[in-house]
């Protein structure tokens, strides 16, 4: 069998090694250290706007803090994307309130103004205004946030951002992740850079960020025994993975590069063949990281038939997200929109993506697709 084509692996540069040596040689493995600081700091000077940000154990972490922090409580009700992971509505359900899901827009495939409109107004006439807002840039696209804040501020309801794919990513220049009451990043192992495992919190509410670390560390009082006035949770990031993520934070910007170069390459092979489309930036104001390049396949060649045509090849691809709304665990939340969502979903393929593809790997998946449609005379 060909060697595996992985749709998106970790892909390590020169100097993590030489963080996660010097975490090695001082000692410092256990959580927190001085690499969990500087990777804080790297993110912060990053993403810029004067944000703060606290490095914990993974994306979902971030946002159940956020949530927290929100002050989501049982009872209460909190819109989110169905378009999405389920990481991105597991939190909800943590505090015992129910998810409110929003359908998707054409433009962007993120969470459409209009349904979020419409749902706002339809719970606040239900007596149930949520609490919060969870949007999502999908695939590093990002959402339509000018519209998605005049809404939110209209209604006085705190956005988080759901930037786990964005990073990299910016809208009217500015980054995203820095555009809600707080954001949350994932450095998962498949992101577009990794510490392995692990997240981060983000806001310009430097006491939201403090408390979000003193939560994420069980929680301790200040006192000499183990004293604890509020549940705590074991959330923050080691200062190995940290370490890793310092030097993953100095190849950034190449790996953005790479990962828009394949989808150009992707784009510019399949000009031609009308029943596959690619996913565009909307216009100037948008800039994705191509975090995965996605298309949609319509016609007698399905979606289904390129995914398992690949795999036999060994070439790994993933459709898009299956809407939350349509989730067996979430078949009872109130959902608002017009279907998009699920259309996406029937149509839509994630393709190999990671930037440390080679033009050998991304021959093979053109040549394996061109060779599917040749075979059904399409």
Excluded at 234 to 256: D, F, K
Excluded at 305 to 314: A, F, G, P, T
Aim: net charge negative; hydrophobic share 40%.
């Amino acid at each position: 069998m060909n060697e595996k084509i992985w749709l998106s692996s970790p892909h390590m540069g020169e100097n993590e090694f030489k963080y996660v040596k010097e975490a090695f040689d001082t000692n410092w493995i256990a959580p927190l250290g001085p690499h969990v600081d500087g990777f804080e700091r790297n993110l912060a000077s990053y993403l810029g706007e004067g944000v703060h940000v606290a490095a914990l154990s993974s994306g979902t972490a971030a946002l159940h803090l956020a949530l927290i922090i929100l002050g989501v409580q049982a009872g209460d009700e909190v819109i989110c994307q169905s378009m999405t992971f389920s990481a991105s509505a597991n939190p909800i359900a943590y505090q015992g309130a129910t998810p409110v899901f929003v359908d998707s827009e054409e433009e962007t495939w993120n969470m459409s103004p209009e349904h979020l409109e419409a749902a706002i107004q339809d719970r606040i006439s239900k007596g149930k205004k949520p609490k919060a807002i969870i949007v999502v840039h999908l695939y590093g696209m990002p959402a339509q946030m000018d519209r998605i804040m005049s809404v939110a501020d209209k209604y006085e309801i705190p956005v988080v951002e759901d930037a786990a794919e964005a990073l990299g990513s910016s809208y009217k220049g500015q980054k995203l992740g820095t555009f809600g009451a707080m954001s949350i990043l994932s450095f998962n192992g498949n992101k577009i850079i990794t510490t392995s495992g692990g997240g981060a919190l983000v806001s310009k509410n430097e006491e939201w960020i403090k408390k979000s670390r003193f939560l994420a560390t069980q929680a301790r009082d200040a006192a000499p025994h183990y004293q604890h006035s509020h549940i705590g949770y074991n959330y923050r990031m080691s200062n190995i993975c940290a370490g890793i993520g310092r030097g993953q934070m100095e190849v950034l910007p190449q790996r953005v590069e790479k990962r828009r170069s394949n989808y150009s390459f992707y784009k510019e092979t399949f000009a031609a063949l009308a029943a596959v489309s690619f996913a565009e930036e909307p216009n100037v104001d948008f800039y994705s990281n191509r975090w995965l390049s996605t298309v949609l396949v319509e016609g007698e060649v399905t979606r289904e038939d390129i995914r398992l045509h690949l795999e036999k090849d060994n070439i790994e691809t993933r459709p898009l997200w299956k809407p939350m709304h349509l989730q067996p665990i979430f078949a009872d939340a109130p959902f608002y929109g017009d279907g998009t969502s699920e259309r996406l979903f029937e149509q839509g393929l994630c393709l190999p993506s990671g930037s440390n593809l080679t033009d050998t790997d991304l021959d093979r998946v053109v040549s394996q697709l061109k060779q599917l449609y040749e075979e059904a005379n399409v």
